[in-house]
């Protein structure tokens, strides 16, 4: 079994920053893509940002610019920094990994969600 364990939410005024991370744990052989997802009220969950093990990166259009995802493979833990936060950006956010835990498995797997808050 594999645990994904996000850290680094809270409340930020406009304009602030904050950093995401998200550290995997249990039986893993290797990591594939990472990513960030976020699911703001009533809204479906969509895309931040993803990064594959090599380092390549995707973006939504809407937080290109302000945020930037990363990774340390030694740690298996993904980061998002996050600046220039607007309100739009308030979410729950989750991270996402795809780990193989042997030869023949391979899954998707979630963290528990973080809070994002961006206000005045």
């Known amino acids: 079994q594999v645990q994904l364990v996000e850290s680094g939410g809270g409340l930020v005024q406009p304009g602030g920053s904050l950093r995401l991370s998200c550290a995997a744990s249990g039986s893993i052989l290797s990591i594939n893509n990472m990513g960030w997802y976020r699911q703001g009220p009533g809204l479906q969950r969509d895309l931040v940002a993803a990064?594959?093990?090599?380092?390549?990166?995707n973006y939504a259009d809407s937080v290109k610019g302000r945020f930037t995802i990363s990774r340390d493979n030694a740690k298996n833990t993904v980061y998002l920094q996050m600046s220039s936060l607007k309100p739009e950006d308030t979410a729950v956010y989750y991270c996402n990994a795809l780990v193989r835990s042997s030869q023949y498995h391979t899954a998707d797997y979630w963290g528990q969600g973080t809070q994002v808050t961006v206000s005045s």
């Open positions: 990064i594959t093990s090599f380092g390549s990166t």
